[in-house]
């Protein structure tokens, strides 16, 4: 169920879907890049340049098309850090140049491609920096005419998805929940990302393939689980019975998921629980951890079991830490530490 990078894994998914690459750029390129652009020719390209230094901050895609009438190719840069790079224009000028070098030490052209830079960008703060390469280059902005034409320099697109309003996202399903979920996915108000989420969920109610729809939906959902980090067990569940009513056919999924994603935090808490059991004793560990599970699932505890959860030993902790999704009620943990 854990995602290593599920701002990536989202991204290739849904932009990756040439179809939606093909409306994200429909509806967002200017008028006038978009007339030199042949939609019907756009292909997804396997190269990506991102080096595994920079993996957990960006992501890439490549589509080639017909831009003037020749060869050329689309570069969107994904930036999912959640603060602004100022070097990204070096970062793009840099991957333009290994799309040229491949070209042509490998394939032998003559003549190198329109390379097209596109950033998407979904950050908490709003994109503050120029979009130019010169912008970077001490006194470029002051140099006369002529001497700027011997500095590369070159202006790439930028979309800040996290100063979209809702009426801003256009496009078919898939693209609307692509920009809705980047936009609020680091908002810090579980609230606000629970709406978000159930947003996206009723874009699904406009496909006419279901399974399509539930194949898509299994990508929302563990990527809000994984990514979104403000959802509580308390969202989740208010999630999945709005799921059973706005989308039926996801509801078992939104479950499943679920379980996997409360089962993977118990792990992880059961294993900062040891680690921090070497410090303080292994009982008295795995003791706070399962207070807070259950406090988290059902609210405060009775003082007579949380007494009996402090006082048990390891083997009783194991079995109630093993078992805490099966409960119905708080109750049921009598069952391993009497």
């Known amino acids: 169920m854990k995602i290593q990078n599920p701002h990536d894994k989202f991204f290739k998914e849904s932009m990756g879907n040439t179809e939606v690459a093909k409306d994200f750029l429909a509806n967002y390129l200017p008028a006038s890049v978009m007339q030199v652009i042949e939609l019907a020719t756009l292909q997804p390209e396997k190269d990506s340049f991102i080096n595994t230094s920079l993996e957990e901050n960006f992501s890439d895609l490549l589509f080639s098309a017909d831009i003037g009438g020749?060869?050329?190719?689309?570069?969107?840069?994904?930036?999912h850090k959640s603060y602004i790079d100022s070097g990204i224009a070096f970062q793009l000028l840099k991957y333009m140049m290994e799309i040229w070098d491949l070209k042509r030490n490998k394939e032998h052209a003559k003549e190198l491609p329109v390379v097209i830079p596109i950033v998407i960008?979904?950050?908490?703060t709003e994109w503050n920096k120029p979009?130019?390469?010169?912008?970077?280059l001490n006194g470029y902005e002051e140099l006369p005419v002529e001497e700027k034409k011997l500095v590369p320099s070159f202006e790439y697109l930028i979309y800040d998805i996290s100063s979209y309003k809702d009426e801003?996202?256009?496009?078919?399903a898939h693209t609307r929940i692509l920009l809705t979920l980047l936009r609020d996915?680091?908002?810090?108000?579980s609230t606000?990302?629970?709406?978000?989420?159930l947003r996206a969920v009723y874009f699904l109610e406009e496909l006419d393939n279901r399974e399509s729809g539930i194949g898509y939906f299994k990508t929302i959902m563990r990527y809000v689980l994984s990514a979104g980090r403000a959802l509580t067990k308390r969202d989740i569940h208010m999630i999945i019975r709005e799921v059973e009513n706005i989308f039926p056919e996801g509801s078992e999924l939104a479950m499943t998921l679920a379980d996997q994603w409360r089962e993977e935090g118990l792990q992880k808490g059961i294993e900062e629980g040891i680690e921090?059991?070497?410090?303080?004793?292994?009982?008295?560990?795995?003791a706070e951890v399962a207070v807070k599970q259950l406090t988290e699932r059902f609210g405060k505890l009775p003082l007579d079991i949380k007494v009996a959860i402090m006082q048990a030993d390891s083997i009783g902790l194991g079995l109630l830490l093993s078992n805490i999704f099966r409960y119905e009620?708080?109750?049921?943990?009598?069952?391993?530490i009497q």
């Open 329 to 336: 009620a708080v109750e049921d943990v009598w069952k391993y």
């Open 70 to 79: 020749r060869e050329g190719y689309l570069y969107f840069l994904f930036e």
């Open 168 to 172: 801003d996202i256009k496009g078919i």
């Open 192 to 197: 606000k990302l629970r709406q978000s989420i």
């Open 185 to 189: 996915i680091h908002s810090g108000e």
């Open 131 to 136: 979009t130019n390469l010169g912008s970077m």
């Open 121 to 124: 960008y979904h950050g908490k």
């Open 276 to 286: 921090k059991g070497k410090q303080i004793g292994k009982e008295e560990a795995l």
